[in-house]
């Protein structure tokens, strides 16, 4: 099966959604799965082949978040 999991936050990032859609991500991998994963490009970001990095977008009400 193949899945896309978008997100706002992934590691390097430590936090506890970062760390979890990380470990959701290797499970699907374990079981077979291909997982691409969709997130914000963050400075210094090289993609991995897995990942498709995008550019965050200004939320209104929340000008801190990208």
Not at 8 to 33: D, I, K
């Amino acid at each position: 099966m193949r899945y896309a999991i978008v997100t706002e936050t992934y590691p390097p990032e430590v936090n506890g959604v970062a760390l979890t859609v990380q470990g959701l991500e290797r499970g699907l991998r374990a079981r077979g799965n291909e997982v691409e994963v969709v997130r914000p490009r963050q400075r210094q970001d090289v993609a991995q082949p897995h990942e498709l990095l995008v550019r965050g977008v200004a939320l209104p009400r929340y000008p801190g978040l990208r």
